[in-house]
């Protein structure tokens, strides 16, 4: 049995390499739980990337620790990385366990906000390399992680889904453009290729969307042209490279021709190296990270374009960018007021830099 540990973690840089160990914490008053493993090697004094895992319905973070191979690609020589596995919470509807990525109806746990809270304490007790967390999910799983492409953009760089697509409830407005990679077998009896079938039922086909229309909707987000890379793994997989897109993010399709609702592991292709070659790729653009100031509070969040900021006293300038890191007003001095009406929705970048020397940025959401 292995122990759960809730609360504050006080783990020491040099935790046993290679081994899986089990954490957890209070999040809006629920216990949750999660799996990190660190890579063969460890060293606590240099960084090291994520990939967070995210499990199908009924699953656990020990399945996709255990069962989907990522941690023999994990110490790769050349560029080893962390793996975090949670746990979701029992759904009230289907009694399993099952993220909240949109798609059942009576979900009200806030995993987006679990994943975000997660990843802060991973890179708190974790040699960590920011610019580095990436996404991939299995089943709802990637319905969970494609929700996390469009909410979390800002402290995850790139996102993996196999098997599965987008809750058609989403809006999906992740304020910048973002590097997503999709794989989906053509004969998946649990959540059709086209749409048609939801855990193998036409009668739950309205609450998702079918592979299709999820590139289509990242191709338009991430405005790509219409140059499609086109190639076949092995016998029976297609290839599908959208770019350029913008800010040089690509948006990648592996259909998989006949292949069934699982984490591919074929002679056409391994999943776990192909998601981590397409990982590899990408950092998060600079100006995402989101380092708060505990002193200043800006509000509402988010809004229609007017921020009003409290404790202010000591800043000396005030700098919005967008998701791209492109610098869109700078101010001096003190001002209470910021006003984004002029700006398109999305996601913006404030930061601040106090009289002290001290620099801290926050997110900004217009509506």
Same mark, same amino acid.
């Not at 076949?232 to 913008?246: A, D, I, N, R």
């Not at 409290?310 to 800043?315: E, Q, R």
């Given at each position: 049995?292995?122990?759960?540990?809730?609360?504050?973690?006080?783990?020491?840089?040099?935790?046993?390499?290679?081994?899986?160990?089990?954490?957890?914490?209070?999040? $809006?008053?629920?216990?949750?739980?999660?799996?990190?493993?660190?890579?063969?090697?460890?060293?606590? $004094?240099?960084?090291?990337?994520?990939?967070?895992?995210?499990?199908?319905?009924?699953?656990?973070?020990?399945?996709?620790?255990?069962?989907?191979?990522?941690?023999?690609?994990?110490?790769?020589?050349?560029?080893?990385?962390?793996?975090?596995?949670?746990?979701?919470?029992?759904?009230?509807?289907?009694?399993?366990?099952?993220?909240?990525?949109?798609?059942?109806?009576?979900?009200?746990?806030?995993?987006?906000?679990?994943?975000?809270?997660?990843?802060?304490?991973?890179?708190?007790?974790?040699?960590?390399?920011?610019?580095?967390?990436?996404?991939?999910?299995?089943?709802?799983?990637?319905?969970?992680?494609?929700?996390?492409?469009?909410?979390?953009?800002?402290?995850?760089?790139?996102?993996? @889904?196999?098997?599965?697509?987008?809750?058609?409830?989403?809006?999906?407005?992740?304020?910048?453009?973002?590097?997503?990679?999709?794989?989906?077998?053509?004969?998946?009896?649990?959540?059709?290729?086209?749409?048609?079938?939801?855990?193998? @039922?036409?009668?739950?086909?309205?609450?998702?969307?079918?592979?299709?229309?999820?590139?289509?909707?990242?191709?338009?987000? $991430?405005?790509?042209?219409?140059?499609?890379?086109?190639?076949?793994?092995?016998?029976?997989?297609?290839?599908?490279?959208?770019?350029?897109?913008?800010?040089?993010?690509?948006?990648?399709?592996?259909?998989?021709?006949?292949?069934?609702?699982?984490?591919?592991?074929?002679?056409?292709?391994?999943? $776990?190296?192909?998601?981590?070659?397409?990982?590899?790729?990408?950092?998060?653009?600079?100006?995402?990270?989101?380092?708060?100031?505990?002193?200043?509070?800006?509000?509402?969040?988010?809004?229609?374009?007017?921020?009003?900021?409290?404790?202010?006293?000591?800043?000396?300038?005030?700098?919005?960018?967008?998701?791209?890191?492109?610098?869109?007003?700078?101010?001096?001095?003190?001002?209470?007021?910021?006003?984004?009406?002029?700006?398109?929705?999305?996601?913006?970048?404030?930061?601040?830099?106090?009289?002290?020397?001290?620099?801290?940025?926050?997110?900004?959401?217009?509506?």
């Amino acid at each position: 049995m292995k122990l759960i540990r809730f609360g504050l973690l006080l783990l020491l840089p040099c935790m046993v390499a290679g081994q899986v160990q089990q954490f957890g914490f209070q999040h $809006n008053g629920i216990s949750r739980s999660y799996l990190v493993r660190t890579p063969e090697g460890y060293d606590g $004094n240099q960084p090291y990337p994520v990939i967070l895992l995210l499990h199908g319905i009924g699953g656990s973070g020990n399945d996709m620790m255990y069962g989907t191979g990522m941690m023999a690609v994990a110490d790769n020589a050349l560029d080893p990385f962390i793996l975090v596995a949670p746990d979701a919470t029992i759904d009230p509807f289907f009694g399993t366990t099952w993220w909240n990525e949109g798609v059942s109806p009576l979900a009200t746990t806030d995993d987006a906000g679990f994943i975000s809270a997660l990843l802060d304490t991973v890179s708190a007790n974790f040699s960590v390399e920011s610019r580095r967390i990436y996404c991939a999910g299995f089943s709802d799983g990637g319905f969970m992680t494609q929700r996390l492409a469009c909410e979390l953009s800002d402290k995850i760089a790139a996102f993996a @889904s196999v098997a599965g697509t987008r809750a058609s409830s989403l809006i999906c407005n992740p304020g910048r453009t973002v590097p997503v990679f999709h794989i989906h077998g053509t004969a998946d009896e649990t959540v059709g290729y086209t749409g048609d079938l939801l855990m193998g @039922s036409p009668l739950l086909a309205s609450y998702f969307i079918g592979v299709d229309e999820l590139i289509s909707s990242w191709i338009s987000i $991430n405005n790509c042209s219409a140059e499609i890379e086109s190639l076949v793994l092995g016998e029976s997989t297609e290839v599908f490279k959208y770019s350029p897109c913008v800010s040089s993010v690509e948006t990648w399709l592996y259909k998989v021709n006949g292949g069934a609702h699982e984490w591919q592991l074929t002679p056409d292709f391994n999943t $776990n190296i192909e998601i981590w070659n397409f990982f590899s790729d990408y950092v998060l653009p600079l100006g995402m990270e989101d380092f708060l100031g505990e002193a200043l509070r800006i509000y509402p969040q988010p809004s229609e374009g007017l921020f009003y900021l409290d404790g202010i006293d000591g800043v000396s300038e005030l700098k919005v960018y967008d998701a791209a890191g492109t610098l869109l007003l700078s101010e001096s001095g003190v001002n209470r007021e910021l006003n984004l009406l002029t700006f398109p929705k999305g996601l913006y970048m404030l930061h601040v830099k106090m009289v002290s020397g001290e620099r801290f940025t926050h997110k900004l959401v217009k509506q």
